[in-house]
């Protein structure tokens, strides 16, 4: 039998009824990411991360990401995958990361603000030159 992470792949519900959050989340936009030497790299520069407040979905071949621009110069970057049942972490609601699948919402920071979840994100550093965010693993 498949598990739950896998299905997660191809269904948006894995693991139980799907709820809906009190608001509809927006769908974040996506972000391609270059993976080399323990780094992804993301071309921020005239992308949806041009204004401070934004986030995306990056997506690399060493995983996916939630990155989010914090000032003129800092960003914050987390795991997109959730604590909970392993879906992917598509949408945003504000401030808030929303989960897809069962509603919970995390920080920009990854810090869970509503269940099922109970586990944070995992952060990871950043650093910014030139357009390009590095994101270190
Ligand atoms: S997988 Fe259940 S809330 Fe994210």
Known sequence: ???CATLATFFSACGG???????PAATLPVLPGQ???SR??????????DNVGAAALVESVAGVFLLARTSAIAFTAVDAICSHESCTITGSDGSAYVCPCHGSRYSRSGQVLAGPAKASLRQFG???ADGVVTIAL
């Not at 790299?41 to 949806?48: E, I, K, L, M, R």
């Open 17 to 23: 009824s799907p709820t809906s959050p009190s608001a």
């Open 1 to 3: 039998m498949a598990s």
């Open 40 to 49: 992804v790299q993301v071309t921020v520069a005239g992308s949806a991360l």
């Open 35 to 37: 993976f080399a030497s």
């Open 126 to 128: 950043t650093t910014f």
